[in-house]
């Protein structure tokens, strides 16, 4: 079964640019059929979709964040990536990785999930 | 955006009594085009990322317990739990996937009354 598992730094500093890596295992992620997704979840709070990417290269963002943010791919490595700059302590949540079923689709399944604090 | 909005935001059942959590868009999330509404039904416990539970507003996923059933169009969806079990503590989530961004209701924390 698909597995998706992400990694990078738990702690950012306010301004700094936070950079998240999702790990495919299990399965390709060059499938025509799928797009990648990062989506986030401040503690306690609900879930706000970030961007997303197709294998070709194609994105869509939030405009909510689009000025801040920029994901990408790497075939050879079966993975993508999110990086966020100009964080403030806001931006602290759990971030997740997640497959998305089409260009807009459900999301299926998730990474665990990591969470990123932004704090001097 | 598309604003969903579940209620009520928090719910007390019975153990193997129904839950009924409801989801409401802004605009509709049907596509008259293939008619079918662009949501999905998502569980989440602490510490876990969401499972999804149901897609296309009635579709239940492969695994998921027949107890489960998503129902509505337009911009009125419904998640029944038909007779609650223990492990359904959770909260629960709505997302519509009609436009981007791509969002989620606010949550539904399900407990044990």
């Known amino acids: 079964q698909l597995q998706l598992q992400e990694s990078g730094p738990g702690l950012v500093k306010p301004s700094e640019t936070l950079s998240l890596t999702c790990i495919v295992s299990?399965?390709?992620?060059?499938?025509?059929?799928?797009?990648w997704d990062w989506i986030r979840q401040p503690p306690g709070k609900g879930l706000e979709w970030i961007a997303s990417?197709?294998?070709?290269?194609?994105?869509f963002y939030n405009p909510s964040l689009k000025s801040r943010v920029t994901i990408s791919v790497d075939t050879s490595k079966n993975q993508f990536s999110l990086k966020l700059n100009s964080v403030t302590d806001a931006d602290t949540a759990v971030y997740f990785c997640?497959?998305?079923?089409?260009?807009?689709?459900?999301?299926?399944?998730w990474g665990q999930g990591t969470l990123v604090t932004v704090s001097s | 955006d598309i604003v969903m909005t579940q209620s009520p935001d928090s719910l007390a059942v019975s153990l193997g009594e129904r839950a009924t959590i409801n989801c409401k868009s802004s605009?509709?999330?049907?596509?008259?085009?293939?008619?079918?509404?662009?949501l999905a039904w998502y569980q989440q416990k602490p510490g876990q990322p969401p499972k999804m539970l149901i897609y296309?507003?009635?579709t239940r996923e492969s695994g998921v317990p027949d107890r489960f059933s998503g129902s509505g169009s337009g911009t009125d969806f419904t998640l029944t739990i038909s007779s609650l079990q223990a492990e359904d503590v959770a909260i629960y989530f709505c997302?519509?996937?009609?436009?981007?961004?791509?969002?989620f209701g606010q949550g539904t924390k399900l407990e044990i009354k």
């Open positions: 997640a497959r998305e079923w089409g260009m807009r689709g459900w999301f299926d399944p």
């Open positions: 299990t399965g390709s992620i060059s499938s025509s059929s799928y797009y």
């Open positions: 990417i197709h294998y070709t290269g194609g994105t």
């Open positions: 605009q509709s999330v049907l596509d008259n085009s293939n008619n079918k509404n662009y």
């Open positions: 296309w507003a009635s």
């Open positions: 997302q519509q996937y009609s436009s981007s961004p791509q969002t």
